[in-house]
């Protein structure tokens, strides 16, 4: 395969950016760690990976995060739990800056912390596509969604709560598509275009 347009960018700082690379590799899409600036030259998307979002913030140097600010102006970025924390417009954490993309109101750790991680079964809108059963979800000290902008549209549910939401080329998760077979977020992903 070679490089194009299309080639999936993962940020690589820290976090579970491994297994963005082996799902999309399952889908024989190329995909490459990001860990500077000029990783990002012929990407065609981004992955902001979980993670834990105030080491995140603490390893984004400036120019890298600068450089991620610029190339989301063109290109889809999809954040997955820490990712969709440092997709979201506001942190109530002082110590995470996120790059302000997505209109929401998040809570760090809304469903507990660790000992709190569980799965569940989601519910998808029906523009994420076939199959249209639910959606396994694995939710790892997971932010929780405490209010929605105006022009976000929440794309999967675990009970009243929004766990997926895009808004324009941007898409966030709270838990975790990488982490099970089920692909079908990341196919959706591949299919936006900004
Ligand atoms: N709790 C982490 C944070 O606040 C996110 C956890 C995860 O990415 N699995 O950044």
């Keep these: 395969m070679a490089e194009s347009h299309s ?19 399952a889908l024989k899409v190329l995909a490459r760690e990001v860990r ?18 105030t080491t995140m913030t603490l390893l984004l140097v400036p120019e890298l995060r600068a450089a991620i600010m610029n190339f989301c102006r063109a290109h889809p970025v999809w954040g997955t739990c820490a990712g969709m924390i440092m997709l979201a417009k506001e942190s109530a954490d002082p ?6 993309l997505i209109d929401m109101d998040l809570e760090r750790n809304g469903y507990g912390r660790q000992v709190h991680s569980f799965e569940a079964d989601l519910r998808v809108e029906p523009e994420i596509g076939e199959p249209s059963g639910p959606l396994r979800g694995v939710f790892i000290r997971a932010p929780r969604v ?18 997926a ?22 196919r959706y992903f591949l299919a936006m275009n900004p």
């Design 165 to 186: 939401v895009r808004q324009g080329h941007f898409l966030a998760s709270a838990f975790h598509p990488e982490l099970t077979g089920d692909l079908r977020l990341q």
């Design 36 to 53: 500077a600036v000029s990783d990002l030259d012929g990407l065609g998307r981004l992955i902001v990976p979980g993670g834990e979002s």
């Design 7 to 25: 080639t999936v960018g993962v940020l690589a700082l820290q976090g579970d950016f491994e297994k963005h690379l082996q799902a999309f590799a």
């Design 95 to 100: 110590r995470v800056k996120p790059f302000g």
């Design 146 to 163: 405490k209010g929605l902008g105006a022009g976000v549209r929440p794309l999967v549910w675990l009970g009243d709560d929004a766990v």
